[in-house]
Nanobody
Framework: QVHVVESGGGSVQAGGSLKLSCVVD????????MGWYRQAPGKDREFISF????????????VKGRFSISQDNAKNTDYLRTLYLDMKNLKTEDTAVYYC????????????????WGQGTQVTVSS
C-alpha cells in the first residue's frame, strides 16, 4: 500500500512564495518518478511538473521559471520518498488544489506506471 500526503498549502498574496511537500510512504522500489498537478475550480486537473528517478525534470509552460521541483535523494528509501515544489512569484491564476503523484513500474514498466495520488493541498493567491 502506498500513501501520498501533501502539505504546505496556504494563502498568499500575488508575488509571494510557498513550498509544497509530499511524502510518499509505502513500497515504491525503483520509482518511475513523482510529480505535481493542480486543479482549479471548474477546470480539469493539469500537469505542473514531474521529476524522474534520474532527476530529469519537466515543467508546464505556465510555471517555468517560477516553480522548482525537487526530491531529497539523500533521504529517499524504497519505502519513503519526499518531493517538493518551490513556488515563487505566485499569480492569482495559480490558485488551485495541488496534487502529488507518485509512480512505480507496472509489470510492463514505467511506460504504463502504477499511479498513486494524494488528497491535495489548497493554494490560494490573492491580488
Amino acid at each position: 500500500q502506498v500513501h501520498v500526503v501533501e502539505s504546505g498549502g496556504g494563502s498568499v498574496q500575488a508575488g509571494g512564495s510557498l513550498k509544497l511537500s509530499c511524502v510518499v510512504d509505502g513500497y515504491i522500489f525503483k520509482s518511475c518518478g513523482m510529480g505535481w498537478y493542480r486543479q482549479a475550480p471548474g477546470k480539469d486537473r493539469e500537469f505542473i511538473s514531474f521529476i524522474k528517478s534520474d532527476d530529469t525534470t519537466t515543467y508546464a509552460d505556465s510555471v517555468k521559471g517560477r516553480f522548482s521541483i525537487s526530491q531529497d535523494n539523500a533521504k529517499n528509501t524504497d519505502y519513503l520518498r519526499t518531493l517538493y515544489l518551490d513556488m515563487k512569484n505566485l499569480k492569482t491564476e495559480d490558485t488551485a488544489v495541488y496534487y502529488c503523484l507518485a509512480e512505480r513500474p507496472s509489470p510492463m514498466g514505467c511506460d504504463t506506471p502504477l499511479k498513486y495520488w494524494g488528497q491535495g493541498t489548497q493554494v490560494t493567491v490573492s491580488s
